[in-house]
């Protein structure tokens, strides 16, 4: 065998060197891009989504999700929806699920669904409405639609150039699990449904009130976690911030 000249085992070395430097970069540009070039991605197309698309995605969602739905607590949401500040082009449908299951949830464009379960825990009717008013807050926001965007990237895309939101609805429909608000999401829906609450009439320590009911729950609830709340994390915070706001409301 040739032995190696020591320049040309040198030369290797850096060579070697500049690859594995190359590849590590190449590796921490490419965690960034997917950690924060992707939720930038879904802001900006949520954007850029018609209203109109929202409803239509979010309807098939809803159907998907609980056919046996029915309308429900119609007064409260009529309530809150003439109480924004702004015109909104949703229209908020709220449906109650017969499921002991303690959840909530926004489909973008304004269905609401909100569970047995969770009515039950709330420890009073004046709860209620606070539910309606953190969940329209997601529509609003358009938290939902984001959240949709970042899981299902690719085929949200396809589905808006189509114009078809059917493939996407089988996979929102099949994968509700790995949708998630951002902390910040929740934050924004607590705090501009609190305001909602007060503009509406309604007590906005309802709000905090609901948290805390719904932290009971899951403490003395055999160890069952309502879906609500391992869907929306830090709570304790949650009713402190909720708390201290309805205060400065009063
Ligand atoms: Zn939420």
Known sequence: MTPVPASAASANRQ???????????AGYG????????????????????????????????????????????????ERLARSLPAP???????????????????????????????LQAAATREEIPAVLAHEMQHVLLRHSTRAIFRAFALQAVISLLAGDPTGLVAQVAGG??????MRADEEEADREGVLL???????????????????????????VVPTWISSHPDIRQRIAATRALAHTLR
């Not at 060579?15 to 970069?25: D, K, M, N, Q, V």
């Not at 509700?176 to 608000?181: D, K, M, S």
């Not at 009439?201 to 932290?215: K, Q, V, Y």
């Open 15 to 25: 060579f070697l060197l500049w690859t594995l430097a190359l590849l590590l970069l």
């Open 30 to 77: 490419l965690h960034a891009l997917w950690t924060r070039g992707l939720p930038w991605a879904a802001g900006a197309a949520t954007r850029l989504v018609p209203a109109a698309w929202e409803r239509e995605l979010g309807e098939s969602i809803a159907a998907s999700i609980a056919p046996g739905a029915k309308p429900c607590l119609e007064d409260a949401a």
């Open 88 to 118: 909104s082009p949703y229209t908020f449908q709220v449906r109650c699920v017969p499921s002991a299951e303690i959840n909530a949830l926004a489909a973008p464009g304004g269905v609401i669904l909100v569970y047995e379960g969770l």
């Open 176 to 181: 509700l699990g790995v949708l998630h608000y």
């Open 197 to 223: 609450l007060k503009r509406a009439g309604f007590n906005p320590l309802a709000m905090s009130a609901l948290l805390e009911s719904l932290d009971a729950a899951t403490a003395g609830g055999a160890g």
